[in-house]
């Protein structure tokens, strides 16, 4: 269940009231305000909105990446807006998995050591974070292209990969920045049914910043960002 | 050790651009061995100084000789245990280009007081036994391939005409750090040679060996009490005080090594940090994503340490084991330096201070990149 109304409960993630105000100068810019989300585990939800309008900041701050100015983000009973920042370094690597639109994968690292990123921070042997890899590329389909460099794969595998890299440790969530931002529209459609499938088959939990709409249809539900207010647009097919 | 492979990929991502820091690395440090190997050299004599052995000089200076009837005197002062006397003789072998230490040496009192070296007793007893003898260290036999039993002809400079000499002897030292490029000559030999009336029975110098190291200082000072207001007034200084002025009189090495070392590695650090500076800039959104995915500020901060201080170890160990490597290619400068030996202590030392140039330079690089604002630094990729 997807809410904006602030009066969700026992939902994964529950941020209230939540407010980010930038300075620039002597000037305040308020970029949210007040906003209020509820989402449950196994849902998805796209947000879109105009440039400017919050969206990134929204995903930053429900990363863990920023702090907000005002109101709480609790996740999974984790109030992260008072954690310091070693913990939520911590927090991040163990229950956030970030999807970026320029896919970010490190280029002298291949598809499998980019995977095992992640997976170097616990204390899993080798053998462990082999197979946890090799799972994690199985379900992106990308089993055999695991030795490959980022330069030999196209840009939709390289997303893939990417994905691969942020569901390797089973985080509580994800977070996908236009995941398909930089990909032609077949790519973008392999993007989508995976991110789709690890919904509707693992289970995960996918929050989506997108401006395409045919990304924000495939999401349980679609809410709208404008001027900093969040406004549920309608719920998506699969809700 | 999971970190490794990461590191290491990171380090070869420009092969280039690490192999050149590398080389300049390697550079710097194979000049650092060389400098060292100089400065050694220059100070070998200090190095190998006995704490016991005093030298009695003329005032006026190292050149102006005593007269050889001071041995007695010395001999009677309280608190001396043992003197000989020495005189440089100068003389050219072939070619001027040819130099090496020639000593004019007391043979009766001269291994009571220079104990160090290691001379097999039979060569010995021969050098005594002939007043044209001489004995040469081990590195001036090999530098010229003579053997015991040739026959060496030197044209004197201060002593006049072609002086002829038998090899008996060949002297090693105890210690890497030894002088074996000396050559030494009976006293007695070149003394009945001169004019009685004016150059027999003088000496070039004194070494007074003191019973107790404790006293060297106030028995400096009576020595030269002892002779002053005579014609030939002494200085006394402890033999490392002499062997540092000694070293002085060519010039300030160790100021000019210092000076040399001083620009080559602050050079080197400014070209280590801006190749850090740079690999970090290039690097800013793959640091971003680190930090994203959860490495934290130390971690960044001691992986871009590592690179720098890995750069920093390969070029110097390579710096240095090229110049330790020069040194066992035998001495370039044949025998002109009294030594040509790097110690594993100074490698060491070397090693030490290519790391503090490692930390140095990648610490203000490793410290931008910890500061990072991950959500800033994604948004520039």
Known sequence: MIRVDGRGENSLIAVRNLGKTYRRGNQDIPVLQGLNLDVDAGDSVAFMGPSGSGKSTLLNLLGGLDVPTTGSIRVGGDEITHMSAGRLTTWRARHVGFVFQMFNLLPVLTAFQNVELPLLLTRLSRAERRDHVETALSVVGLADRMHHYPRELSGGQEQRVAIARAIVTDPTFLLCDEPTGDLDRSSADEVLDLLAQLVAEYGKTVLLVTHDPRAAERAHMLLHLDKGVLVEAQSGAHA | ?381
């Open chain 2, 1 to 381: 050790m999971k970190y490794v492979r990461l590191l290491r990929v990171n380090l070869f991502r420009k092969k280039i651009r690490t192999l050149l820091t590398i080389g300049s690395f390697a550079v710097a440090m194979f000049l650092f061995g060389l400098l060292i190997i100089i400065r050694l050299a220059f100070n070998q004599g200090v190095a190998v100084a006995g704490a016991d052995r005093l030298i009695v000089t003329n005032r006026m200076s190292l050149i102006q000789p005593l007269p050889l009837s001071y041995d007695s005197r010395l001999s009677a002062i309280s608190g001396v245990k043992q003197v000989t006397h020495v005189s440089w003789f100068g003389g050219v072998y072939q070619d001027e280009h040819n130099f090496f230490p020639q000593f004019v040496i007391d043979v009766d009192t001269w291994r009571q007081v220079y104990g160090e070296y290691q001379i097999s007793p039979g060569e010995w007893k021969a050098f005594v036994g002939d007043k044209q003898g001489v004995m040469v260290g081990r590195a001036l036999a090999d530098r010229f391939g003579w053997k015991v039993g040739d026959r060496i002809p030197i044209r004197g400079t201060i002593y006049p005409g072609t002086w002829e000499f038998n090899l008996r002897g060949i002297y090693d030292g105890s210690r890497d750090t030894a002088d074996t490029s000396q050559f030494w000559i009976h006293y007695d030999y070149i003394n009945e040679s001169q004019s009685a009336r004016f150059a027999r029975n003088y000496v070039g110098w004194y070494v007074v060996k003191v019973a107790s190291p404790d006293d060297s200082i106030h028995l400096a000072k009576t020595i030269d009490a002892t002779f002053a207001n005579s014609p030939w007034e002494t200085k006394t200084d402890t033999e490392k005080a002499f062997a540092a002025g000694f070293a002085k009189q060519i010039g300030n090495i160790e100021l000019l090594i210092l000076s040399v070392g001083g620009v080559v590695f602050f050079t080197l650090l400014l070209v280590t940090g801006n190749t850090m500076a740079i690999s970090v800039r290039e690097r800013t959104g793959e640091l971003a994503v680190l930090r994203a995915i959860g490495y934290s500020p130390r971690f960044v901060l001691l992986f871009v340490m590592a690179e720098s201080i890995v750069i920093a170890l390969v070029g110097g160990a390579l710096g240095l084991m090229l110049a330790k490597g020069m040194t066992m290619g035998g001495d370039p400068t044949h025998g002109l330096l009294p030594m040509f030996y790097l110690p594993p202590q100074q490698m060491a030392f070397g090693l030490v201070l290519a790391l503090v140039v490692g930390v140095l330079a990648g610490v203000l690089p490793a410290f931008s990149a910890s500061r990072l604002k991950v959500v800033d630094a994604l948004r520039r990729i």
